[in-house]
């Protein structure tokens, strides 16, 4: 309570948006239509922003949203950015019953571990994306997939960041 | 869910449990539909152009404060030496009178030869133009988003081209926008062959913006760095002379090759009808084309 005593000013009366329990739901879908924006990339190495906003949020707190919504968020994700429809269905949800079932296990939690999770399922994703590739007639060789990862892993704490200040902006803290 | 038993509450421990099986009932209808668009690719056509003419507004809107933003930048830069660049299209355009004079009679020419061999040329008319507008940024595959759709004519498996050479064929359509199969997918197979000479080669995309092109026969490598690799029209689905891609690189039974037109810089992209329809549509019976 050190901390409280420490932020000070105006802590009375202030209480969470009304919509605040709307919130990570609603800016997944907007990580989603990213999508929409006139980006011409020539390599597509763009982060799967969608999902990374996803596992953000999920990092930071453990209900987000009710578990089953990731199955109808990852059919936006899907029907935006082209994927094939269900592929963002299946891993969205899995992502987050992966993600309990480890809440289970671990006794403790940092950055570092948080990252490495991230990074982990930011790997499982891209594999997926190059085997889904490949089944539909894109057979590519496996190191294309490297870069993008990469890239992905390293925008991961970005996207963790900016969710943290929207959780703080949605409860008002 | 977080933790394993949230207490004592018998309400609580129920809802755990059902929220548990929301999720795995939500893997089990993604793996469902998962399968469904990847064995029948046609299911979901609807919906996927849905989805797209709900986005088509917004990239279109974006693209052209975009275009302008960057028009700004270019045309600001091209002030900068001009002298230097007005002595050197002078020039260059001297050069291509020359060459222009030289291609009419070429031109003239052809259609006396073409004349006495009867040959029959279907003319290839434009369908529909637009405008790229977006693109997948984030996948190993390789579409581009076109501004115009289904209420311009255009459908599933169309090839699209700009003035600067092949862009790819169209996968997806929605009313107003469609999304396009660019040349660099590795999924997209183009025939084609060698400007100098003839040689058919095969152009298949390499998901990172360049081409793989192999010659049909085994043999020496005939490529040279700078060579153009037209479209030849076998199969019939693109049409025959479109300029794919310039050589700039060889490796050991190939060469790796840069499309021509840029979805980056290619302003308008042209919808034509299938070179022979007949041809791709006694294709698409026998092999179920998949996106």
């Known amino acids: 309570m050190v901390r409280a005593a420490l932020t000070g000013r105006h802590r009375i009366g202030r209480e969470p948006a009304p919509y605040a329990p709307y919130v990570p739901a609603a800016s997944v879908v907007v990580a989603s239509l990213v999508a929409a924006l006139p980006i011409i990339s020539a390599s597509g190495w763009y982060p799967d922003f969608g999902f990374l906003v996803l596992i953000g949020w999920r990092l930071l707190r453990a209900d987000p949203w009710p578990a089953w919504w990731a199955a109808p968020l990852g059919l936006i994700n899907d029907l935006f950015t082209g994927y094939p429809i269900g592929f963002s269905v299946v891993l969205w949800s899995a992502s987050m019953l992966a993600l309990d079932l480890i809440d289970r296990r671990t006794m403790w939690r940092d950055y570092w571990t948080e990252w490495l999770l991230a990074a982990v399922l930011v790997a499982i994703d891209q594999w997926l994306q190059w085997r889904i590739a490949a089944m539909t007639g894109a057979r590519l060789p496996y190191f294309t997939i490297v870069p993008p990862l990469v890239i992905s892993i390293c925008v991961f704490p970005v996207v963790a960041w900016v969710v943290s200040r929207i959780d703080a902006w949605r409860l008002r803290r | ?291």
């Open chain 2, 1 to 291: 869910m977080a933790t394993a038993r949230p207490g004592w509450s018998r309400r609580a421990q129920y809802g755990l449990f059902f929220s548990f099986l929301a999720v795995i009932a939500g893997i089990v209808v993604g793996v469902i539909l998962l399968t469904l668009s990847l064995v029948a690719p046609k299911t979901f056509n609807g919906v996927r152009g849905a989805a797209l003419d709900v986005t088509a507004p917004i990239t279109g809107a974006l693209h052209e404060v975009a275009a302008t933003a960057g028009g700004m930048f270019s045309g600001a830069g091209n002030y900068w030496d001009a002298a230097n660049q007005n002595a050197k299209l002078k020039r260059e355009r001297q050069a291509m009178l020359h060459r222009m004079v030289e291609a009419k009679a070429i031109f003239q020419e052809n259609r006396q030869l073409k004349a006495t061999l009867q040959l029959r040329e279907r003319e290839q008319n434009t369908l529909a133009v637009g405008r790229i507008v977006g693109s997948s940024f984030n996948s190993p595959r390789r579409f581009a988003i076109l501004s115009t759709g289904s209420t311009d004519g255009v459908r599933i498996g169309m090839p699209v081209r700009s003035p600067d050479g092949l862009v790819g064929r169209i996968i997806d359509v929605g009313a107003l926008a469609s999304r396009v199969l660019l040349v660099s997918d590795r999924a997209n197979i183009v025939p084609a062959r060698l400007l100098r000479g003839g040689i058919p080669v095969i152009s298949q995309g390499r998901g990172d913006g360049t081409i793989d092109v192999r010659p049909l026969e085994v043999g020496r490598n005939p490529f040279k760095r700078g060579d153009i690799i037209i479209s030849s029209g076998t199969g019939g689905l693109y049409p025959p002379l479109v300029p794919i891609a310039r050589v700039v690189k060889l490796d050991d039974d190939g060469a790796i090759a840069l499309p021509l037109a840029d979805p980056a810089n290619t302003s308008f992209a042209m919808v034509q009808p299938p070179f022979e329809p007949a041809a791709v549509a006694a294709e698409s019976v026998l092999t179920p084309e998949s996106p």
